[in-house]
């Protein structure tokens, strides 16, 4: 008589996805809402348009700001040396917030604007809080060192984040560490990533240190999509030259046929 046992069911795998693809998946996913994926057929000035937001996104980053260099210079006390920090930062505040419920309105994706909106009522609060121009540019020079030591160490320890999200989008995963050209490319590009959110922080916590408000707000605006929009560029090109070099190198299947 045979022992006749039912198979165990299958169970399900519980195994935790390693780190590395948990990260690279929500890399590539930010990325491709933004527009930049490797494998998209577009100009790169359409990518870097896309990643911007287009118009709207350039006026939600820009304005605000503008508004508050402006205000706040016009209305500098001469006795003081103080602009009238209340309005400026009013208005602008006001200006994200009206930009915020223009997308509610016309039912486009708000995500950014919030977090734009939020960002700036943040800092206007602790500027209005200790009464200091300056201030209201703290939590960007907290949000640069953040970026910028995170896109360092990851490039530092062979992990570079541009890697792990362009390995997502492309279906590479992590097989691009073998590849020591890939490595090599997507390292110097999180280090250019570094690199940038190092050069705001060089060139404008001086600024701050000397309470130079209105110089401080115009290099935030013009350290800002000037300097962003060329690493985006040089980023999905690089990025998307390194696998259409690969698909030139596969061999050819038809070549075969008929031979």
């Known amino acids: 008589m045979t022992d006749e046992r039912p198979a165990e069911p299958e169970r399900p795998d519980l195994t935790p996805p390693p780190a590395s693809e948990v990260l690279g998946q929500a890399l590539g996913a930010a990325a491709l809402r933004a527009g930049l994926d490797p494998a ?26 503008l508004v508050f260099v ?14 009238d920090l209340w309005l400026s930062l009013g208005l602008s505040v006001g200006l994200a917030a009206v930009f915020t419920v223009v997308r509610l309105i016309s039912r486009t994706p708000v995500t950014a604007a919030f977090g734009g909106l939020i960002a700036a009522a943040a800092a206007a609060a602790l500027a209005l809080w200790t009464g200091r121009g300056q201030d209201n540019f703290v939590l960007g020079f907290v949000t640069n060192g953040a970026y910028g030591t995170v896109f360092l160490v990851s490039a530092l320890i062979g992990w570079p984040l541009i890697g792990l999200a362009v390995g997502w989008l492309m279906n590479d995963g992590v097989a691009w560490r073998k590849d020591r050209r890939k490595r090599r490319v997507f390292g110097w590009l999180s280090l250019a ?67």
């Not at 402006?70 to 602009?83: A, L, M, R």
């Not at 916590?205 to 309470?211: D, I, Q």
């Open 193 to 259: 990533w570094a690199g940038l959110f190092a050069l705001r922080l060089v060139v404008q916590l001086p600024l701050y240190a000397a309470g130079e408000v209105a110089l401080l707000g115009a290099s935030k605006i013009a350290m800002g999509l000037p300097l962003f929009a060329p690493l985006v560029a040089v980023t999905w090109l690089a990025s998307r030259s390194l696998y259409a070099r690969v698909d030139a190198d596969a061999p050819d299947p038809s070549a075969s046929v008929g031979e």
């Open 40 to 65: 998209a057929q577009t100009s790169a000035g359409h990518v870097v348009w896309r990643a911007m937001g287009g118009w709207r996104g350039v006026l939600e980053s820009v304005l605000p700001s």
């Open 70 to 83: 402006i205000v706040f210079t016009i209305t500098i006390d001469p006795d003081t040396g103080q602009g």
